[in-house]
């Protein structure tokens, strides 16, 4: 994303083109942005570390070919998320499988397509997954994902590594798990695994986080496992206004630093710096209205579109998209959905009229994919712009579409 002459482009395309093309609201990604977001990851990680990028984020088919062509593999928590990576033709030798809930089916798709790993986030699935992979006589790699305990100090929506959230295993669920599969033959436990949370700016908090798996990994390889992963999961975050950016570089070298003299690979689950800052939410202005005192721009895109503001109070940057030599004004920018808290911005100083267009920015991850039909609404469509090529990687949903189920 630029800026040239007041005007805002997308790689090679100035954006307003876009929206009187093809409409608002509209998410529209920056494979070249991709490219170097996963660039920066790639060139720091050792030969034979893995980069699994967090399907969470953004799950459309086209994005994930597009990493699994640059050499990403995937953090998958769901048995669709799993499908999709597969139709979008990832190895499934570098898919690992979080979650706290996977069901039967759930762990017979993933056991049955050999993926590099199942983390294991209780005693219950460790169970679950000895006895599915006895059924199909099929032996499964595991990893133990473990809560060590470290709380990022994000949003409390956000943090997943405090010892009361409900991801991972304690040391108790370790040990028993431990012992337990040291006698099964055919599920092996080959990595230990955690996630603390997300929009992380200080590299040393996932250190820390090392520290505890690296410990636990030793522990039971003396316990008889065959440990080669440690996966230190995502969370580095970006810059929506004045927060430090995530280093990749830094977190690495903290890590090989870490790691000196240890045979341990080290799997990332890299989401929101991965695809965070490559997509914008373009909108258009509906109306302009005074109400209680303050001016409000009622806007084309709803918290359905992108539910972040209301749901974490997330702020996004908005840039009008065409510079307008009018006076500019302060809006709080509200969606057509109606619930008080559709607030997408507040006290933004604008320089916009109705019908102008203006876009969210550094919407990429946990954007269109938190999106919902909530009011009836229709889903957006979603472009992904390389050089001067656009390419509609989901289409405006319909009202067939929505009623499509209830026939
Ligand atoms: N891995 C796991 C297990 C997660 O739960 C998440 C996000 O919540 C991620 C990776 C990705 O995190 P982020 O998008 O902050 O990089």
Same mark, same amino acid.
């Given at each position: 994303?630029?800026?040239? @002459?007041?005007?805002?482009?997308?790689?090679?395309?100035?954006?307003?083109?876009?929206a009187?093309?093809?409409?608002?609201? $509209?998410?529209?990604?920056?494979?070249?942005q991709?490219?170097?977001?996963?660039?920066?990851?790639?060139?720091?990680?050792?030969r034979?570390?893995?980069? +699994?990028?967090?399907?969470? &984020?953004?799950? !459309? %088919?086209?994005?994930?070919? %597009?990493?699994?062509?640059?050499?990403?593999?995937?953090?998958?928590?769901?048995?669709?998320?799993?499908?999709r990576?597969?139709?979008?033709?990832?190895?499934?030798?570098?898919?690992?499988?979080?979650?706290?809930?996977?069901?039967?089916?759930?762990?017979?798709?993933?056991?049955?397509?050999?993926?590099?790993?199942?983390?294991?986030?209780?005693?219950?699935?460790f169970?679950?997954?000895?006895?599915?992979?006895?059924?199909?006589?099929?032996s499964?790699?595991?990893?133990?994902?473990?809560?060590?305990?470290?709380?990022?100090?994000?949003?409390?929506? $956000?943090e997943?590594?405090?010892?009361?959230?409900k991801?991972?295993l304690?040391?108790?669920?370790?040990?028993?798990i431990?012992?337990?599969?040291?006698?099964?033959?055919?599920?092996?436990?080959a990595?230990?695994? +955690?996630?603390i949370?997300?929009?992380?700016?200080?590299?040393?908090?996932?250190?820390?986080?090392?520290?505890?798996?690296?410990?636990?990994?030793?522990? #039971?390889?003396? !316990?008889?496992?065959?440990?080669k992963?440690?996966?230190?999961?995502?969370g580095l975050?970006?810059?929506?206004?004045?927060?430090?950016?995530?280093?990749?570089?830094?977190?690495?070298?903290?890590?090989?630093?870490? %790691?000196?003299?240890?045979e341990?690979?080290i799997?990332l689950?890299?989401?929101?710096?991965i695809?965070?800052? /490559?997509?914008?939410?373009?909108?258009?202005? @509906?109306y302009?209205?005074? &109400?209680?005192?303050?001016?409000?721009a009622?806007?084309?895109?709803?918290?359905?579109?992108?539910i972040?503001p209301?749901l974490?109070?997330?702020?996004? @940057?908005?840039?009008?998209?065409? !510079?307008?030599?009018?006076?500019?004004?302060t809006?709080?920018l509200?969606?057509?959905?109606?619930?008080?808290?559709?607030?997408? &911005?507040?006290g933004? !100083? #604008?320089?916009?009229?109705?019908?102008?267009f203006? &876009?969210?920015?550094?919407?990429?991850?946990?954007?269109?994919?938190?999106?919902?039909?909530?009011?009836?609404?229709?889903?957006?469509?979603?472009? #992904?712009?390389?050089?001067?090529?656009? @390419?509609?990687?989901?289409?405006?949903e319909?009202?067939?579409d %929505?009623? /499509?189920?209830?026939s």
């Amino acid at each position: 994303m630029k800026e040239i @002459e007041g005007q805002l482009w997308i790689e090679n395309i100035p954006v307003i083109n876009l929206a009187r093309e093809y409409g608002s609201p $509209i998410f529209i990604y920056s494979a070249e942005q991709i490219k170097r977001n996963f660039g920066k990851y790639q060139s720091e990680v050792g030969r034979n570390d893995l980069i +699994c990028y967090a399907v969470k &984020a953004n799950s !459309n %088919l086209h994005i994930l070919k %597009l990493l699994s062509e640059l050499g990403s593999g995937f953090d998958v928590v769901s048995g669709n998320e799993l499908k999709r990576c597969l139709k979008a033709g990832a190895d499934k030798n570098k898919i690992v499988f979080s979650g706290v809930a996977k069901s039967n089916e759930e762990i017979k798709l993933a056991v049955e397509n050999e993926i590099l790993s199942i983390n294991i986030e209780s005693y219950g699935e460790f169970q679950r997954i000895a006895k599915i992979s006895e059924q199909l006589n099929k032996s499964v790699n595991c990893a133990l994902r473990v809560n060590p305990d470290i709380a990022i100090g994000s949003h409390k929506y $956000i943090e997943t590594g405090s010892k009361t959230s409900k991801f991972g295993l304690d040391s108790e669920a370790v040990n028993k798990i431990s012992d337990e599969a040291r006698d099964n033959k055919l599920v092996n436990i080959a990595s230990v695994a +955690c996630h603390i949370g997300s929009q992380i700016s200080d590299e040393n908090l996932i250190l820390k986080s090392l520290d505890v798996i690296c410990e636990i990994a030793d522990n #039971l390889s003396l !316990n008889g496992h065959a440990i080669k992963f440690l996966d230190i999961g995502g969370g580095l975050g970006i810059q929506y206004k004045d927060e430090k950016e995530g280093d990749p570089g830094i977190l690495m070298a903290g890590v090989k630093n870490r %790691l000196e003299g240890k045979e341990y690979k080290i799997i990332l689950e890299p989401g929101r710096s991965i695809i965070g800052s /490559a997509g914008i939410l373009v909108t258009r202005i @509906e109306y302009i209205k005074n &109400a209680g005192g303050k001016k409000f721009a009622i806007i084309d895109a709803g918290m359905n579109d992108l539910i972040r503001p209301s749901l974490y109070e997330a702020w996004h @940057e908005v840039k009008e998209l065409e !510079n307008r030599e009018i006076s500019s004004d302060t809006y709080d920018l509200a969606g057509p959905v109606c619930e008080t808290g559709d607030i997408l &911005a507040k006290g933004r !100083n #604008l320089k916009i009229l109705p019908n102008d267009f203006v &876009a969210f920015m550094d919407v990429g991850a946990y954007g269109s994919v938190m999106s919902s039909n909530y009011n009836s609404r229709l889903k957006p469509m979603e472009l #992904l712009v390389t050089g001067d090529e656009i @390419e509609v990687i989901r289409r405006k949903e319909t009202f067939e579409d %929505l009623i /499509a189920l209830e026939s």
